[in-house]
C-alpha cells in the first residue's frame, strides 16, 4: 500500500512573502499566531520540543525522511509552484533531488492556481498570477521536470512518473498541454507520464488524467456543504439586506453565523462511504484539519481527531482502497500542514501519536514491513 503524504513547502524565507506578509514570514508565523477561538479548541499547534525548523537544513529533511520511513510512509507529494516559468519555495525539493540521502519515494503536484491574500482577506488580491502558458512555457516547464522524472527515487505507475495537478479545471487546455509533455517525455527515453488530478476534473468521463485523486478533507467538505451553502449565503444576504433596509444600518461586518465546525466521525464516514463509479479514483485520507490559524473565524474546524480515530479511520480505508477501489495508493493530508492542522508530524500534545496511528494501520492491514 503506497500512503503518499502532501508535503508543503512554504516552511523558509522567500524574498516574494518577505514582500507581502513581512520580513521573516514562514508558515510558522501562522502557526504561532493562531489562538483557541472556543471552549477545547486545540489551539495553537506547537510542533514536539518547539521545533519549529527552517527546511533549507538538509538535516531537517533527512529527519523527515527518517521518520517517515520508520512509520511506514511510503513517499511524499510535495506541492510545486510554477508561474510561466517564475518558480516559489522551490529549493527544498531542488535540494531534495541533489541529495540521495533523502532515499524516500516523492512525486510533484503543480499547485496551479493564483497565489492570492486569500487566508488573509476578505477581498483577495492577486499576488502573482497563474496562466495556462504556451507550448513554448510548456517545454520550460517540462525542462525544469525532467531531472525529477528521471531520478530513481521518483515514484512511478507502470514505470511513468506521477505527475500530479492541483485543480485541472483552471486551464480549459490542459488536455494539449498533458498530451506535449507525455510526448516529450517519450522523446527522452520515458515510457510516458502517468497524470493525477488532485481534485476531480468536472467532466471526468473525458478527462485526460489517469488518476483522480479524493483529495480529503476538501472533496468530503464539498460534498457536504455545496447544497447548505447557497442556503445559509441567502438567508444572510436577505437578513442583512432587511436590516440595513428598515433600520438604515451598515451591517455589511455583520456576523450570522459562528465558526463552523464539523465532527471528524461525520466526515471520514462520508469519505468512507464514497461509491467507486470507475477505475480512476483514488482514496483519500486525511489526519486532522483546523484552518483557523490562516483564516481565524473566517475559516472551520473539524472536531474530535485524535491518533485512535485516525488509526480506526485509516484501517478502514486502507481496506477500502485494497478492496472496493482495487487500489494500492492512498493519498494523506498532509504530512506538515501545520497551518490547517493536517500534519503525520509529533507535537507537543500527542507526541508521535498519529504516526504510529499511521504505522499500525498499515501493520494490522498487513500493509507494514518492518
Not at 24 to 29: A, D, L, P, R
Not at 288 to 313: C, L, Q
Not at 354 to 363: G, H, I, P, Q, V
Request: hydrophobic share 35%; with cysteine; glycine share 6%.
Amino acid at each position: 500500500m503506497k500512503t503518499i503524504a502532501f508535503y508543503l513547502p512554504q516552511f523558509h524565507t522567500i524574498p516574494e512573502n518577505d514582500e507581502w506578509w513581512g520580513k521573516g514570514f514562514t508558515e510558522w508565523v501562522n502557526v504561532k499566531k493562531a489562538k483557541p477561538l472556543y471552549k477545547g479548541h486545540y489551539q495553537p499547534r506547537v510542533p514536539l520540543n518547539e521545533n519549529y525548523y527552517n527546511l533549507l537544513d538538509v538535516d531537517t529533511m533527512k529527519w523527515q525522511v527518517k521518520l517517515a520511513k520508520k512509520y511506514g510512509l511510503y513517499g511524499f507529494c510535495f506541492y510545486h509552484y510554477w508561474f510561466d516559468g517564475k518558480m516559489l519555495l522551490e529549493k527544498p525539493v531542488d535540494n531534495y533531488l541533489k541529495n540521495k540521502e533523502l532515499d524516500l519515494p516523492f512525486c510533484l503536484c503543480w499547485a496551479n492556481e493564483n497565489w492570492t491574500n486569500g487566508w488573509a482577506a476578505q477581498k483577495p488580491q492577486i499576488l502573482i498570477g497563474q496562466t495556462e502558458g504556451t507550448e513554448q512555457k510548456w517545454e520550460e516547464h517540462f525542462q525544469y521536470f525532467l531531472p525529477f522524472f528521471k531520478d530513481e527515487r521518483y515514484i512511478k505507475e507502470d514505470g511513468k512518473p506521477l505527475l500530479v495537478i492541483y485543480k485541472p479545471d483552471l486551464f480549459p487546455h490542459i488536455s494539449d498541454m498533458l498530451s506535449y509533455w507525455d510526448k516529450r517525455s517519450k522523446e527522452e527515453g520515458l515510457k510516458g507520464l502517468y497524470f493525477a488530478a488532485q481534485l476531480k476534473p468536472q467532466n471526468d468521463t473525458h478527462s485526460p488524467f489517469d488518476m483522480h485523486i479524493e483529495y480529503q478533507p476538501t472533496n468530503a467538505y464539498i460534498e457536504m456543504t455545496k447544497t447548505r451553502n447557497p442556503v445559509l449565503k441567502s438567508i444572510k444576504n436577505l437578513i442583512k439586506k432587511m436590516a440595513a433596509t428598515v433600520f438604515h444600518m451598515d451591517l455589511e461586518g455583520m456576523k450570522v453565523k459562528k465558526l463552523p465546525r464539523y465532527s471528524y466521525d461525520d466526515m471520514w464516514n462520508r469519505i468512507l462511504s464514497i461509491s467507486v463509479q470507475n477505475d480512476k479514483q483514488v482514496p483519500g485520507a486525511f489526519v486532522d484539519w483546523d484552518n483557523t490559524a490562516r483564516k481565524g473565524e473566517r475559516g472551520y474546524v473539524i472536531d474530535g481527531a485524535s491518533p485512535e480515530k485516525f488509526k480506526y479511520y485509516m484501517s478502514k480505508q486502507i481496506n477500502n482502497a485494497k478492496y472496493n477501489y482495487k487500489k494500492n495508493y492512498i493519498f494523506i493530508f498532509a504530512w506538515n500542514e501545520w497551518a490547517e492542522s493536517g500534519y503525520l508530524e509529533p507535537d507537543e500534545k500527542y507526541g508521535y501519536g498519529y504516526l504510529e496511528a499511521l504505522r499500525d494501520a498499515l501493520r494490522e492491514s498487513g500493509e507494514f514491513n518492518e
